[in-house]
């Protein structure tokens, strides 16, 4: 008899204990459900309606849009043909693609050797490195303009070599910029490994290319594709090294974006509807490349943490 009461006594305790209950979820909620859900809304407004109108002003004609016209009175996908001719975006992606790609997979690769050897090998200078790598993301990009152009000139005045105009020379300019953040994300993550399956590969023979190759690689793509992905960001994104150091034939995606704006400034209604439909397709790589890798984006940018 008493043990059937202290059955049914400890049996909602039971309930709230075991994973997956409705009342586990009902404790582990903060906010109510009707405030979660206009909270969730609002948000989904924030992010989609500027994208929304993007898209419908890309479109719309250029009087439309300079009119003030959210809803298009006509809908032509005109301007998503002239972009290629008015904007020269064809060799902006074709260059971008090349130097953003480059620099993601090298700066990742990199980072993964860079990382095993800080994280699992102590020696002299390993702390400062460590320091010196959290210290230059503090470095703003504009103080480095200048120096890296003179630095590039003189190689070609004193070495022969012509780096500025070129794609592999902002492809070295990404490189050193991504580098260290690769590095530092690698080093958070490979620090949550368990140290124990190194030492198991090792007493099997394994050598310390073996272990990196065949232990610590596969089990650290979350973090090699988060690496990667913030380095093929730098260089799809950026404008102030790809402004100063290409040519006509070697300029990114978001240089001809920012001349073909330029050009219109001063005129009597710019191209609205080009500008637009040329913003969409150069943001599309980076999306799919999100949705793609995003499984591995919550695993990569959460390692760590606890530690």
């Keep these: 008899m008493s043990a059937t009461i202290a059955g049914r006594r400890s049996a909602p305790t039971a309930d ?3 994973p997956g209950s409705h009342r586990q979820h009902e404790v582990l909620r903060l906010l109510p459900g009707p405030l979660l859900v206009i909270i969730l809304v609002f948000l989904g407004a ?36 002239k972009i290629w ?10 260059n971008s693609v090349l130097v953003a790609g480059s620099t993601a997979v090298v700066s990742a690769a990199l980072s993964v050797s860079t990382a095993f050897v800080l994280v699992r090998y102590s020696f002299r200078g390993r702390l400062s490195i460590l320091r010196g790598l959290l210290a230059l993301q503090s470095v703003p ?34 490189l050193t910029f991504a580098m260290p953040f690769s590095t530092w994300v690698m080093v958070t993550y490979l620090r ?16 310390n290319l073996g272990v990196l190759f065949r232990i610590v690689l596969p089990l650290s793509w979350p973090g090699i ?40 400034e001063g005129g009597a209604i710019p191209y609205y509807g080009q500008m637009m439909a040329a913003a969409l397709v150069c943001a599309a790589p980076v999306v799919i490349l999100y949705l793609i890798f995003q499984r591995y984006l919550v695993g990569g940018l959460t390692a760590g943490g606890v530690k």
């Design 225 to 264: 594709v988060v690496s990667g992905i913030f380095a093929f960001l730098l260089g799809w994104n950026d404008v102030l090294f790809a402004s100063v150091m290409t040519r006509p034939e070697s300029q990114t995606a978001a240089v001809a974006l920012q001349i073909f704006g330029a050009s219109q």
């Design 141 to 174: 990009g504009t103080l480095m303009v200048l120096p890296v152009f003179v630095l590039f000139s003189s190689a070609a005045t004193y070495l022969g070599i012509q780096v500025i105009g070129t794609q592999w020379g902002l492809f070295v300019t990404y």
């Design 16 to 18: 709230v204990d075991r």
């Design 85 to 94: 001719t008015s904007v020269g975006l064809a060799t902006g992606l074709t």
């Design 46 to 81: 924030l992010v989609l309606i500027p994208v929304l109108y993007i898209f419908l002003a890309s479109v719309n004609s250029d009087i439309g849009v300079a009119n003030g016209e959210f809803w298009p009175s006509s809908v032509t996908f005109e301007n998503y043909s």
């Design 192 to 207: 949550g490994l368990p140290k124990e399956l190194e030492e198991a590969a090792k007493i099997d023979g394994a050598s």
